[in-house]
């Protein structure tokens, strides 16, 4: 026997690559937007520093400024809000929403260069966003965020909301889900039928059916009871929304989701969900309320389960797809777009793409699992071994 | 990727098939001149005419699917 030659037996290495040390452009949701009017200021750590949200008593809008004070760098987070300012814990200087300082009680005029950062807010779906550009430009025509008719509509339950710091893991590895087909199967329970990507310019969709689970309980996965169609949209590097259809027993329910983050530094991000559902006739306020609870937990559940994942593993540059797999680099060619300067977004960024799947094998090898624990459980019932 | 132009709006796009099933799209401009996908964007899932357009490639032998067995 000879040795194996090098070329032939060539192992293929890794490469983690390390994060991006800038941050995405583009409109990043904060969360509910009711939740910043209690008349407090509320504090964000985001995108490598710290905001301050409050809300103007005169105007009733939100605003988001630096949360550090240009004055001797107090927190005005710590704060509190006054007519349609922030005034800061350390000196009591006073911050209006547009940037400007309003007023300093013990001096005799306002420096006239006395003025801090205030960010670019937008309030839809209920929601308050924030639009980040290390250049600085304003959003560019377009690019904005879709309204969701059900975050309006009294045949829609509220939003459920949730949020959760992630520790250690750049956010890239919750986009790269768009494209994963496979670990919907192995990761979260699912069994996707059909899959196809399509990406253009700064929207990122994932087109996905699902058949039933019936070797899982509905604690384990969303999709144990029905087929489910989906449609989830990535509108800029942060903020999707799911339309999901889900059978269950001769009716389809309707839900719309969102899965949105917004970085907090180059290896960590706050992940956010939350949940709307279409109310079935008869359905009361308290069930609308509840199916939409259960939705959220569905996503509670499997956003789990990608946590625990990308605690473990590790960041790759260069993953080895086969034929089956989607197309994540693409998707990181879309995905780049938002770490690079306007004038170095490249035409293969944002022109469409479209990628269907070839689901054929892997239904046919899923069912068979599916089938196999069945039987599995069937025989344990009977009490055979 | 091998070229495949639209027989309805005459758009020229990249095309791989890895297999009957899968299909791969790369267009190299904007989409204006399809009348289904001008202005929807990645919000449409695809034009019918132009997967005709790539179904009758396949059929007529002038598009190969790579792992056809
Ligand atoms: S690309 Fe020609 S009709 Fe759509
Ligand atoms: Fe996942």
Redesign the pocket.
Known sequence: MSAPSTTEHQVRTIEAGSPPERFARGWHCLGLAESFKDGAPHEIEAFGTKLVVFQAQDTGRLHVLDAYCPHMGGNLARGTVKGDTVVCPFHGWLWKGDGRCAGIPYAHRVPPRARTRAWTTLEENKQLFVWYDPEGAPPPEGVTIPRIEGAFSDEWSDWTWHSLRIDGSHCREIVDNVVDMAHFFYVHNSFPTYFKNVFEGHIATQYQATAPRGDMTAAETVSAQGDTRSVASYHGPSYMVVYLDMDVDGTTVETAMINCHYPVSADSFVLMYGALVKKLPGMTDEMAAESAAMAAQGLAAGFEQDIEIWKNKTRIDNPLLCDQDGPVYQLRRWYEQFYVDVADVRPEMTDRFEFEIDTERAVKVWQAEVDANLARRARAARGEA | MRPVT??????G?LVEKRSLPHTSVQWTGP?D?????AGGGARIEG?T??RA?IEREVREGRLTVAHDD
């Open positions: 639209c027989e309805e709006c005459g758009t796009v989409t001149r399809c009348p289904q996908l034009c005419r132009l357009s």
